[in-house]
């Protein structure tokens, strides 16, 4: 399965690339490209699986994902299936800083966008409170022809660099997206086996064998490239598609069913994992969810 890296249609009349999507599910595979990715969701949820860690993201987020660094936005199971009412749509911008926009970004005057983009390369989830702002300035790039094109998006890094928070990377320090298509290619199809089949009992031996290397090599290889142990990321795999179960809304069997269904098998196992990674139990954390979200219902009403 080659599907890194990924190769951009750039549009003969545009220097920004603008898509609006509205499709059953996501792009299903593990990718990677050269410009930077900006993406507004305005319908679906699911797991973004960035460098070499997960987010859950629902409608109205937005994402700045930086150049060449293996994203997934991953749909939910439920949109896998017949259900024609189940789709997503979002509206993205890509954009390469050493590409055909070389010589704007070599001017003086971008150099503290320039400088921002070089401190989040690895991207970031846009502060809810920029959302509708940043959100606007993506429509405008979208719908923009000619010249207007170029106003509107230097409006729009304007507005992105002007964010005034402590921004959160979307994957460690530690991750580097300076590896070879080769082994690039190598890395994808390892996690795609692991977001492919999380939920059944999948081994060490079984995720070594995708990648066609020992056991022990594979430790030292996936370690090297992610900074995870292959069982502390399976366990985040598991434990963010708990989370979601348990917060979805639908009525579940019981906690230890959202355990199984998340591929663990023990309940004493998926209890100390879950406090272990998100810090308090899965009933505190469906209890505080839960009160959280009167508390919002409450203040709208």
Request: aromatic residues 12%; hydrophobic residues 40%; proline residues 3%.
């Amino acid at each position: 399965m080659k599907v890194l890296p990924f190769t951009m249609l750039v549009p003969d009349d545009k220097s920004v690339i603008s898509e609006q999507i509205e499709l059953p599910h996501f792009y299903q595979y593990l990718h990677r490209h050269d410009e930077w990715q900006i993406t507004w969701i305005q319908k679906g949820e699911g797991t973004l699986l960035a460098g070499n860690n997960m987010h859950s993201f629902n409608a109205g987020d937005v994402f700045l994902i930086g150049a060449n660094l293996p994203h997934l936005f991953k749909s939910n199971p439920e949109y896998f299936l017949s259900d024609k009412n189940k789709t997503i749509k979002a509206c993205s911008l890509y954009f390469n800083p050493s590409g055909i926009l070389k010589s704007l970004f070599s001017l003086p005057e971008m150099s503290v966008v320039n400088g921002f983009l070089s401190s989040h390369k690895h991207g970031f989830k846009i502060p809810e409170r920029y959302v509708k702002e940043i959100s606007a300035k993506m429509v405008s790039v979208h719908q923009a022809t000619g010249t207007d094109v170029l106003f509107s998006f230097i409006q729009f890094l304007n507005s992105l660099q002007a964010i005034e928070c402590t921004l959160e990377a979307l994957c460690s320090e530690v991750y580097s997206s300076d590896i070879s298509e080769n082994e690039g290619r190598r890395l994808s199809n390892i996690l795609n086996f692991i977001m492919r089949n999380y939920n059944s009992q999948i081994t060490l031996e079984d995720v070594a064998n995708t990648a066609y290397m020992t056991p022990q090599a594979f430790c030292r290889y996936f370690k090297k490239h992610t900074g995870h142990t292959f069982i502390s990321f399976l366990n985040e795999v598991r434990i963010n598609d708990a989370c979601k179960s348990l917060i979805s809304g639908q009525k579940t069997d019981c906690i230890s069913g959202v355990a199984y269904k998340a591929g663990f098998n023990s309940i004493t196992n998926f209890n100390r994992v879950f406090k272990s990674i998100i810090g308090k139990s899965p009933r505190v954390y469906m209890d505080t969810y839960n009160s959280v979200s009167r508390v919002k219902l409450m203040a709208y009403s």
